[in-house]
């Protein structure tokens, strides 16, 4: 008589090995080509907003000397005899003398942008350049505020005895100062940013 079979004598039966799916086609190949896209994506939004600072750069520094040029024409040309000379004022020779410089230095500029424009280079390192435009856009709008704030006194006064030329071309040229520095002041503020886009981000110095 044949004994009974044991049960937990009997192999439990082997499960099936688990095996691992092979990734789909191209999976790895969209992974590795991501973080590529997002720099080339970036350098791209720096090209847009560098290029932009520079057109803003530019047309202010442009308009800046428009208005010097202006400021200066006609304070240089406000003589008419006797008490009519700005050449007889301190305050009128100032604005004279500042209104010079103002046009020196954005024609300065503006030769320096045109020609970095036309060769595609820049003369010097971009971190040497934005302190030269920042601090210069500085101490030139200062200078320009300087000017026109000190012959404002001057001209009411003037305007209040006896309104003719010589006032009204006064008053002319110091308005073109006052627009003149507002455009300094602009551009200074857009070369205070670029220059702290380039401490933040010390690989665009060069």
Known sequence: MSKPEDPSSEKPAESPRSTKLPPPPGAGDAESQAAPAVGVTGVLRRWRRDDLLKKGSIALRGLGLLFSLLAFIIMASNKHGGWKDFDKYEEYRYVLAIAILSTLYTGGQVLRHVHELSTG????????????????????????????????????????GSDNI??????????????????LALSAALSGYKLSNLVSEPGLEN
């Open 166 to 183: 010589f006032t009204d071309a006064s008053a002319s040229a110091i308005s073109m100062q006052f627009l003149a520095f507002i455009a």
């Open 121 to 160: 280079r820049e003369s010097f390192s971009r971190r040497n350049l934005a302190l030269v435009d920042f601090f210069g856009d500085q101490v030139c709008a200062y200078l320009l505020l300087s000017a026109a704030s000190s012959a404002v006194p001057l001209t009411n006064r003037m305007r209040e």
